[in-house]
């Protein structure tokens, strides 16, 4: 059974950082690629930033590049998502996501209709 679980969310001031934690089980990230969504109230879920299976090949949204970066744990088997210098608009839930398949060994995908199991999500709240 694959199962993703989402932990490190919380409330935070602008300027602050987060760690967010995707713990994977029941399959292994070498064949799976990873992605991070969120979804603000009443917005749709976008895609934040993803990681590919093999060569760790990896995406960020134009919102994020810079602040945020997505690393992974193969021993652990989890990828994370180092969030800095947060805003008031990076607030949402957010969520981990996988992908199998070949074509996601080399690339991954901010698109949600291309990930096949999500965790439940953790939310984040930047707020003075």
């Known amino acids: 059974q694959l199962q993703l679980v989402e932990s490190g969310g919380g409330l935070v001031q602008p300027g602050g950082s987060l760690r967010l934690s995707c713990a994977v089980s029941g399959f292994t990230l070498d064949n799976y690629a990873i992605g991070w969504f969120r979804q603000a109230p009443g917005k749709e879920r976008e895609g934040v930033s993803c990681i590919s299976s093999r060569d760790g090949r990896t995406y960020y949204a134009d919102s994020v590049k810079g602040r945020f970066t997505i690393s992974r744990d193969s021993a652990k088997n989890t990828v994370y998502l180092q969030m800095n210098s947060l805003k008031p608009e990076d607030t949402a839930d957010y969520y981990c996501?996988?992908?199998?398949?070949?074509?996601?060994?080399?690339?991954?995908?901010?698109?949600?209709?291309?990930?096949?199991?999500w965790g439940q999500g953790t939310q984040v709240s930047v707020s003075s």
């Open positions: 996501a996988a992908a199998g398949g070949d074509y996601y060994r080399t690339v991954c995908s901010s698109t949600v209709n291309e990930y096949d199991y």
